[in-house]
């Protein structure tokens, strides 16, 4: 059984809607821009791709939430469904859930609450949910919400499921990277072999998934989404675990190798994620010829994190359906296992994608992968 | 739906040797867990308070499961539910950042800027390369964190999956608490172990408990009204905290303080503690409703233990 997504919403630093966000990907448009909220004095990176839309007064508690409630708006005023009040269960992935809040709290004595901690209750406040879980699972998290949302929907407990993913920018985040990161990255450039590492990005993203064949309008469907753990390093990633991830991704779907048109990258613009990545990736389409295409987001929105895979599969769904599949910016030296990639760099391509694979690896050594099939 | 089965329980919480010593009146004899000795050692080394106990808890749970090889936990899903869990290194980070630089940042910090290390740090110590899944979803996360620990074998992504509940006390942890003015609360871990009925059955394992029942909902009553009619006999037991209005609950944070996400994992141990001293009606855990940690009226959580093994003789 497969479950279609009819509504989508999104947030990042390069657009407010998902059309305006592969808009801007598919013309190179990148995000990056100085600290915003930092002292940049105190750290040795000084570029992110937040969202800008802090008071000038400073930073703020709230964000990350604020964007998870406007996107899950927006996904169901896609999908139809805003105004129908039903409870729909919504499974959220986070990586920073509210720490940003919590740092503010404890540094400037901004207010906090405990409830403030999940989405939970912003979520009972504006929506009326009451069957809501944050689920804080490192930078696969929202992959593994919608993992989890197709298994509720396939054992028949429920018709539809909302699925999110937010982050927002945390010093103690921000600042630990940027300490063990051997270089300091001024950019974030996936694949490249001049990248020096990650750098965070902001945004929140929303699907409305749904039973197959429950409505007539879908966008996309979710063929198959899996999930492991590398159980191996606390921060590094595991080529063989990263791959048993793909592989089990493309049997759930009932896909081989050769039936994937596109892949969005994990493409964190790490040392070690981006060649592990290529390596698993190369083996594992080495028959398929001429293999799919490949892009990734993160150097024009940053590394979102808990969201990004969900992000870049909304990515993925507007490329199957505009037929252009944007480009990786800032990608002019693809790493050497890339090599044979049909690298999607320099310019958008315009091309017939009807199933993508999209990648979301973190920390905790969590992997998910999703097949996602288009509709015309 | 496949049936899920409890195998195993073990605790990593000050005073308490086991889980029988959940059970009112609690532990019979002095000792038991002492943080101070057994959070220490090389394999604690580099890893936060939560994490630590987490490690205390999940090895008694899985010793208590008899599943102590690597072959066994291969495919093993972890699921983490914590609400503190570390904060006390956001904190502390952030503070470092801002009284200096982040050159004063130790690199062995990196992996507890995300929630999910305490997950993490569990699934390399014991192997467990299945679903890794960290729930932090306020006062009824530990229940919350069974259901989707039972989701995961439902749906086939695992056989075994092993629940932990931690909260650690720190500054920062003892500092949050006091927002709204909570007195005492939770320093330690509980781990249960979760299969499928046929896993265990196969691998010859008593089943203590089994899931029978999940709901959530805005309030109380809502929730017993179909955990009451779920089942042909009336529950025999019910954990639970004195503002669910049920007269004979154990309020387990009455003897602990408060549990926030380990709490829902506790009440099950507990209720494996109970049923293994050979009670055999059901019990009801709930968590949630009016709580510092929730917004009013935002979710009470329900979960339904039965007995072991009684699906199979209501199937004869």
Known sequence: MVCDITGV????????SPAEIHRALCV?????????????????????????????????????????????DAALADAGLASSGADFPVLVGT???????????????????????????????????????????????????????????ESGQEDTVVVAGTDS??????????????????????????????????????????????????????????????????????????????RQAHERARVRATDIDLVMLHGS??????????AVLADVFDDARPGPWMTAIKSATGHTLGG????????????????????????????????????????????????AQIDAFGFGGVNAVAIVEGSR | MRTVVVTGAGLAVPGMVGIQDLVPPGPARSGGFDPDIA?????????????????????????????????????????????????????????????????????????????????????????????????????????????WAGNLIGAGRAEVAVVVGVEPHTDAVAALHAIDGAESWLDGAVAVVLESAEHAQDRGRRARAELAGYWRAAEVSEVLRPARAALAEPIGRYLADQQTGLADADDLTARLGRCSGALGVLQCAAAVAWLDRGNTTPVLAVSGGTSGEQADGEAVAALLLTPGGQSAERAA
């Open chain 1, 28 to 72: 190179g448009r990148s995000g990056r821009a100085p600290l915003r909220a930092f002292d940049a004095s105190r750290y040795r990176a000084r570029y992110a791709y937040e969202i800008d839309d802090r008071p000038s007064t400073g930073d703020q508690p709230g964000r990350a939430t604020r964007w998870l409630c406007q996107v899950i």
């Open chain 2, 39 to 147: 959070l220490c050692g090389r394999r604690m080394r580099h890893k936060d308070r939560a994490s630590r106990f987490a490690l205390g808890a999940v090895e008694p749970s899985l010793r208590d499961a008899g599943l102590c090889d690597g072959a066994a936990l291969a495919g093993a899903a972890t699921v983490v539910s914590t609400n503190f869990g570390n904060l006390d290194s956001v904190c502390s980070f952030a503070a470092t950042i801002r009284s200096g630089s982040v050159v004063d940042l130790s690199p062995v910090g990196l992996p507890h800027t995300s929630s999910n290390c305490t997950a993490g740090w569990v699934a390399i110590e014991f192997g467990l390369s299945g679903p890794s899944l960290t729930v932090c979803n306020g006062a009824t996360g530990g229940l919350d964190a069974l259901f």
């Open chain 1, 169 to 246: 920018i945390t010093e103690s985040a921000f600042g630990m990277l940027d300490r063990v990161q051997n270089l300091v990255p001024d950019a974030l450039r996936p694949l490249d072999k001049t990248r020096r590492g990650m750098l965070m990005g902001e945004g929140a993203v929303a699907v409305v998934l749904r039973r197959t064949g429950t409505d007539r309008q879908r966008l996309a469907t979710v063929r198959g989404v899996s999930m492991n753990c590398d159980a191996w390093h606390a921060t590094a990633p595991r080529a063989e675990t990263i791959a048993g991830a793909v």
């Open chain 1, 269 to 278: 613009g790490t040392d070690l994620n981006d060649s592990t990545e290529a």
């Open chain 1, 95 to 153: 990586t920073m859930r509210e720490q940003r809040s919590v740092e503010l709290w404890w540094t400037e004595r901004q207010p906090l609450t405990l409830a403030d901690l999940h989405f939970g209750s912003a979520l009972a406040k504006r929506f009326g949910s009451r069957r809501t879980y944050t689920f804080a699972n490192a930078c696969a998290a929202s992959l593994y919400a919608l993992g989890l949302a197709t298994d509720l929907i």
């Open chain 1, 9 to 16: 919403g999104a947030v990042a630093a390069i657009g407010a």
């Open chain 1, 308 to 355: 990004s895979g969900l992000l870049s599969l909304v990515v993925a769904v507007f490329a199957m359906r505009t037929g252009i599949v944007p480009l990786t910016v800032g990608l002019t030296d693809p790493v050497d296992e890339a090599a044979g990639f049909r690298l999607v760099r320099g310019e958008s391509v315009t091309a017939d994608v009807s199933v």
